[in-house]
């Protein structure tokens, strides 16, 4: 099959909306998110749409060998990935140009990251969710997986994802950006208390040899800089556990912030926060769910952490 068959020479493309044709927005999802299943597919591009809405335009991907599916454990549910043919059509999409390419394309290549990357998904969901409620500006492509940094010695800061999102309090927009660290609970607590550290590094690197710094006077940028006009803050969402130990995974966020230097100074400059995901999709990131890192008090909305 050729990329003409789907999208012929004349066709125009422009980032996914309600007018454009859905299977366009299929793959556009699928390319930004990796995987998803048909149920998150629906909820991020049609809500009130009935599943075979979805299920009739997936199937035909299929059968164009543009999307292939892997079956989740102990479910008839479906996690579908982009096929290789389907990497190489999406690849130069306007909407995903800058993106990090990090296909899944076999079922077996699926099956080894379903559960991390569907938590992922299920976790923006939720933020889609309210943002359609409260009226602002966050959908489909507002979140992209796997973001890696430089952070010096060779070692790079891979952000589980980056989210942009956009409120119009009063009739003013301002945007806003986070860094998205999902934990299921897989590896020790320390390690996860650890990526703070990584964040700190990021915050603070320079990676202008110490004898060619540039003088006082000249324009400088840090390395964020070159990607985001303000560092974006840090959220740690959890599931997968007992609510005991995702709480305790929460405390032991709370004391590497106390304890190390540098991520104390983060937390200075960075707002920081951790919830649990079934919170979120109790009562909403905006809710009063989100633990601050860096400072006492109760639980707030991710925008006042």
């Given amino acids: 099959m050729t990329a003409t068959r789907l999208f012929p020479p004349h066709a125009r493309w422009s980032v996914p909306g309600d007018q454009d044709p859905l299977r366009y927005q299929l793959l556009a999802a699928l390319a930004q998110h990796r995987m998803a299943t048909t149920t998150q597919l629906r909820l991020l591009l049609r809500p009130h749409a009935s599943r075979q809405a979805l299920s009739a335009p997936l199937s035909s991907l299929r059968k164009q060998d543009l999307v292939g599916f892997t079956s989740l454990p102990r479910s008839k549910m479906r996690a579908w990935y982009l096929t290789p043919d389907g990497v190489r059509i999406t690849r130069d999409l306007p909407a995903l140009r800058g993106r990090p390419p990090y296909p899944i394309t ?133 599931t997968s556990a007992p609510p005991r130990t995702l709480n305790n995974r929460i405390q032991d966020l709370r004391a590497m912030v106390r304890e190390h230097p540098a991520v104390a100074a983060l937390g200075g400059d960075v707002a920081l926060g951790a919830a649990i995901l079934e919170d979120l999709e109790e009562q909403g990131p905006s809710g009063p769910v989100w633990v601050p890192l860096a400072a006492d008090g109760p639980s707030r909305s991710w925008m006042d952490l």
Avoid: C
Avoid at 227 to 235: D, E, S, T
């Fill in 106 to 238: 076999s079922a077996n290549a699926a099956s080894s990251k379903v559960a991390h990357t569907l938590a992922s998904v299920q976790a923006h969901l939720t933020f889609v969710a309210d943002a359609r409620r409260r009226g602002d500006e966050h959908n489909h492509l507002d979140w992209t997986p796997e973001v890696s940094h430089h952070i010096g010695e060779g070692e790079r800061l891979v952000a589980d994802a980056v989210m942009h999102y956009t409120v119009e309090p009063d009739g003013q927009r301002t945007k806003l950006r986070a860094f998205v660290e999902m934990d299921r609970a897989t590896t020790s607590s320390e390690r996860l208390a650890a990526k703070l550290i990584a964040y700190a590094r990021f915050r603070y690197y320079d990676p202008t040899p110490i004898g060619r710094r540039r003088g006082h006077q000249a324009v400088t940028v840090e390395s964020w800089q070159r990607w985001y006009p303000a560092f974006p803050r840090i959220l740690f969402i959890l």
